[in-house]
């Protein structure tokens, strides 16, 4: 364990308030404060205490009455000397203070740089650093779910294990080219066979996890298609509550796609409205409908949106059998239900299964079950449902999939019986992307480029 000079920085939301919390962290952190700090002595003071005194100007001039609390290392966020500085939250105190604590010899801290000196002193390995500013930004009940998994350790504790015992066997596989002429096997291969098999079922879920983990941290691609005056428009507007999308009884009123965001029973879904499938009149209307396409392609969820006045069973069926070849998730939603008559209804509820259709009537906002039927589509991951660990760093998904690549040459390289180098090679490759997946191997360009993205104060 090692302290670093003196850093701080607010670690409260910038702007007028109540309350804002500055951070001092590092070497001498407790003493320099104490030095502006009029009260108890800070020094004598046990960790995990908080005293109430005033922060002062160098001429004994008070700055604000403030609430100091000491956290003594190791037992601190960043295991080194912490002191958090309660003052009121005029933007003009907090920059005195601030200016106070530079001149007593403290640095600004950069951004994120708190959570680096935690994660440099073994407070708790990269993935679970990084995943403090998902926890920071998370602004759903997924995301939030999602973030706190991996800050409690999630994957990474299982890989940094299995990563441990392949290190044992590399160790041996290397030792083993140091008796080449002797034809000996420390390793023995079905063991390491076995254990790059355990791994690899590790790693898949984990792998298979990013759509999902993907769709939790950004929003659930949600694009709503259909023929033109299907209601998609309607549709937009009545779930957003507002009118977002310009609505008209002209077909192909709608030419490009229309985004926002909705937030259904702690999920959020980004909502895509469309240009109207058909064929096109024009090339502009052209362009919208190659748009619309490429949006069904990159969705999570397609809601097919038809009208139940007018649209037969049968082109349902061909409908459904076109979204299923697509392979993606889909809702058949029935629109303008208040229009039908009772044999339509009878046509199409005789071809499928009610739990298949969601009907509604768009322009009467009568939609609630449309948003429990997005939500219920939503959670039927495991991984929503559960809060089991998922992937939603690229970074992470990059190293899990170079790692399965590894171990499958290596797996390959041992049915062809390869020499003990060339299976050691492959053996490194894998333990060099887990190494920097969880930390163990880490650069500054690698650290400063995660720890940059962080606000200050984190």
């Given at each position: 364990?090692?302290?670093?000079?003196?850093?701080?920085?607010?670690?409260?939301?910038?702007?007028?308030?109540a309350?804002?919390?500055?951070?001092?962290?590092?070497?001498?952190?407790?003493?320099?404060?104490?030095?502006?700090?009029?009260?108890?002595?800070?020094t004598?003071?046990?960790?995990?205490?908080?005293?109430?005194?005033?922060?002062?100007?160098?001429?004994?001039?008070?700055?604000?009455?403030?609430?100091?609390?000491?956290?003594?290392?190791?037992?601190?966020?960043?295991?080194?000397?912490?002191?958090?500085?309660?003052?009121?939250?005029?933007?003009?105190?907090?920059?005195?203070?601030?200016?106070?604590?530079?001149?007593?010899?403290?640095?600004?801290?950069?951004?994120?740089?708190?959570?680096?000196?935690?994660?440099?002193?073994?407070?708790?390995?990269?993935?679970?650093?990084?995943?403090?500013?998902?926890?920071?930004?998370?602004?759903?009940?997924?995301?939030?779910?999602?973030?706190?998994?991996?800050?409690r350790?999630?994957?990474?504790?299982?890989?940094?294990?299995?990563?441990?015992?392949?290190?044992?066997?590399?160790?041996?596989?290397?030792?083993?080219?140091?008796f080449?002429?002797?034809?000996?096997?420390?390793?023995?291969?079905?063991?390491?066979?076995?254990?790059?098999?355990?791994?690899?079922?590790?790693?898949?879920?984990?792998?298979?996890?990013?759509?999902?983990?993907?769709?939790?941290?950004?929003?659930?691609?949600?694009?709503?298609v259909?023929?033109?005056?299907?209601g998609?428009?309607?549709?937009?507007?009545?779930?957003?509550?507002?009118e977002?999308?310009?609505?008209?009884?002209?077909?192909?009123?709608?030419?490009?796609?229309?985004?926002?965001?909705?937030?259904?029973?702690?999920?959020?879904?980004?909502?895509?409205?469309?240009?109207?499938?058909?064929?096109?009149?024009?090339?502009?209307?052209?362009?919208?409908?190659?748009?619309?396409?490429?949006?069904?392609?990159?969705?999570?969820?397609?809601?097919?949106?038809?009208?139940?006045?007018?649209t037969?069973?049968?082109?349902?069926?061909?409908?459904?059998?076109?979204?299923?070849?697509?392979?993606k998730?889909?809702?058949?939603?029935?629109?303008?239900?208040?229009?039908?008559?009772?044999?339509?209804?009878?046509?199409?509820?005789?071809?499928?299964?009610?739990?298949?259709?969601?009907?509604?009537?768009?322009?009467?906002?009568?939609?609630?079950?449309?948003?429990?039927?997005?939500?219920?589509?939503?959670?039927?991951?495991?991984?929503?449902?559960?809060g089991?660990?998922?992937?939603?760093?690229?970074?992470?998904?990059?190293?899990?999939?170079?790692?399965?690549?590894?171990?499958?040459?290596?797996?390959?390289?041992?049915?062809?019986?390869?020499?003990?180098?060339?299976?050691?090679?492959d053996?490194r490759?894998?333990?060099?992307?887990?190494?920097?997946?969880?930390?163990?191997?880490?650069?500054?360009?690698?650290?400063?480029?995660?720890?940059?993205?962080?606000?200050?104060?984190?």
């Amino acid at each position: 364990m090692f302290q670093l000079e003196p850093i701080a920085a607010l670690a409260t939301a910038p702007g007028i308030g109540a309350i804002a919390v500055i951070r001092v962290s590092g070497e001498g952190a407790i003493a320099i404060t104490s030095r502006i700090f009029r009260g108890k002595e800070l020094t004598r003071q046990e960790s995990h205490t908080a005293h109430f005194g005033t922060i002062r100007h160098a001429n004994g001039s008070i700055i604000d009455e403030v609430l100091v609390t000491v956290f003594r290392a190791p037992k601190s966020f960043t295991k080194e000397d912490v002191v958090e500085i309660s003052c009121h939250g005029s933007e003009f105190i907090i920059q005195q203070i601030l200016r106070r604590l530079t001149q007593e010899g403290v640095r600004l801290a950069r951004p994120g740089e708190f959570t680096q000196r935690a994660f440099l002193n073994g407070q708790f390995d990269l993935v679970q650093a990084e995943a403090v500013a998902d926890l920071i930004a998370s602004d759903s009940e997924a995301s939030h779910r999602a973030a706190l998994t991996q800050l409690r350790g999630g994957f990474s504790r299982q890989l940094k294990e299995l990563r441990q015992q392949l290190i044992d066997f590399v160790a041996l596989v290397e030792l083993e080219l140091d008796f080449g002429e002797e034809d000996v096997e420390f390793a023995h291969r079905d063991r390491l066979r076995q254990l790059m098999i355990d791994i690899r079922r590790v790693l898949h879920p984990l792998i298979d996890s990013f759509s999902t983990g993907n769709a939790i941290k950004n929003g659930v691609p949600t694009v709503i298609v259909g023929k033109p005056n299907a209601g998609k428009s309607t549709l937009l507007n009545a779930l957003l509550n507002e009118e977002k999308a310009i609505v008209s009884d002209i077909p192909g009123t709608t030419r490009d796609v229309i985004e926002d965001e909705l937030f259904i029973n702690g999920i959020r879904f980004r909502l895509i409205d469309t240009a109207g499938l058909r064929q096109a009149t024009d090339q502009i209307e052209a362009i919208g409908i190659e748009r619309t396409q490429q949006k069904m392609r990159d969705a999570a969820l397609v809601v097919y949106l038809f009208d139940g006045s007018s649209t037969t069973a049968d082109e349902l069926t061909q409908t459904q059998t076109e979204l299923q070849q697509a392979g993606k998730p889909y809702l058949l939603v029935g629109n303008k239900a208040d229009l039908m008559t009772d044999a339509q209804r009878a046509s199409i509820d005789h071809s499928f299964n009610e739990e298949n259709i969601v009907w509604i009537a768009a322009r009467d906002q009568r939609i609630d079950e449309l948003k429990a039927a997005l939500s219920a589509r939503a959670r039927t991951d495991a991984a929503m449902q559960t809060g089991s660990a998922v992937v939603t760093n690229a970074r992470h998904y990059e190293h899990l999939t170079a790692t399965d690549e590894a171990l499958v040459r290596a797996i390959h390289g041992l049915d062809s019986q390869v020499t003990p180098d060339w299976l050691a090679m492959d053996l490194r490759v894998a333990l060099q992307h887990l190494g920097e997946l969880t930390g163990e191997i880490t650069t500054d360009d690698l650290l400063d480029s995660i720890f940059s993205k962080f606000c200050i104060g984190k």
